[in-house]
């Protein structure tokens, strides 16, 4: 099937929406070959868009973005960032006339995280000689990838020295004027002159009694703070109320850093969410070390609870496996 031009993205909604609407919301289809095939077309018409805007590197990400949205919005769930990115990747790399009627939509994603073409189509061939299951093909494909070294189910990271609520004295609009920079974009007045009279660029330590008090670190020991659960999102992306200083708060959605759970709407999926939403109770305290923020826009992030440091537990139960990111 050959796409026809999309030039804008109210375009592009539309197509994706008709493909939605004519095909996964009809039972009487084969409801694994129509989600195979209708997410290789709707991976088409996104990258057919994004390559007319190739002059512009965000664009990608703001169309995902902003699909993810709206497609959100329309049907409810199915159009995570990370299943449009596995629509672009699966349509990238299956010619549609290659695509076997025999392996499940979610068989093809595991397969795709495995970047070498030869060695995915070797374990393509054996998923279908032997007719392997979802979860025998995730175990040999992930035997793969850690013994290769592309990824691992041993998980190699560390949360970064940091101590949560420092902040630095950073210039104002006004003269003379001094704000307390708080991350995630926030800056306040300093309020007292007891934080006054620091000079720029001192580090601060906030307490429980609302008062600062000098200290010394880097940088990279800051954009640490104490939250609260408001909802596990999936297996490895949560949102989070925190405390940036006295009646300040801010709600922030973060990616967990290195931890790559399977898509939502598969067993292995709910299986993740399910055992991170154990983790992380409303009731627990969760420190929250940060790491910049992806190409989605989410917040990286590392968790602890209770002196659990959730990433690695996740990877340790065998709820998610390590994912190496760019932000480590």
């Not at 070959?33 to 590197?57: A, C, F, P, V």
């Not at 993810?68 to 299943?83: A, H, I, V």
């Not at 909802?231 to 989070?240: A, P, R, S």
């Not at 055992?275 to 940060?290: D, G």
């Amino acid at each position: 099937m050959k796409q026809n031009q999309i030039e804008k993205y109210s375009d592009l909604l539309k197509e994706i929406s008709t493909i939605y609407e004519t095909t996964l919301l009809k039972n009487e289809f084969n409801q694994n070959r129509q989600k195979k095939e209708s997410y290789w077309h709707m991976g088409q018409l996104i990258d057919n868009l994004i390559e007319t805007h190739d002059e512009d590197k965000l664009y990608g990400s703001q169309i995902a973005k902003k699909l993810c949205k709206d497609m959100t919005q329309k049907y409810g769930k199915g159009f995570s960032l990370r299943s449009i990115h596995y629509m672009r990747n699966f349509a990238a790399q299956y010619p549609f006339t290659k695509i076997d009627k025999t392996l499940s939509w979610s068989q093809y994603c595991i397969l795709l995280s495995i970047k070498d073409t030869d060695i995915r189509k070797q374990f393509e061939t054996r998923a279908i000689k032997e007719n392997l299951g979802q979860k025998k093909l995730q175990q040999l494909v992930s035997a793969y990838l850690q013994n290769s070294s592309q990824e691992s189910h041993e998980f190699p990271l560390t949360p970064r020295k940091a101590e949560a609520d420092i902040v630095k004295i950073t210039a104002g609009t006004k003269p003379e004027q001094k704000l307390l920079d708080l991350g995630f974009n926030i800056k306040i007045e300093a309020g007292t002159t007891a934080i006054n009279k620091y000079p720029l660029d001192t580090y601060l330590k906030r307490h429980g009694d609302g008062t600062y008090t000098k200290i010394d670190c880097t940088n990279t020991e800051r954009y640490c703070y104490k939250g609260k659960i408001q909802k596990v999102i999936d297996g490895d992306t949560v949102k989070i109320t925190m405390e940036l200083a006295p009646q300040i708060y801010i709600t922030q959605k973060f990616r967990l850093r290195g931890v790559d759970a399977m898509e939502i709407d598969t067993k292995e999926g709910q299986s993740a969410k399910e055992a991170l939403t154990k983790m992380l109770s409303p009731q627990k305290t969760i420190t929250v070390y940060t790491y910049g923020s992806d190409k989605y826009g989410r917040y990286i992030a590392d968790l602890i609870t209770d002196k659990t440091y959730i990433n690695k537990q996740l990877i340790k139960t065998g709820n998610a496996r390590y994912l190496k990111m760019t932000a480590e």
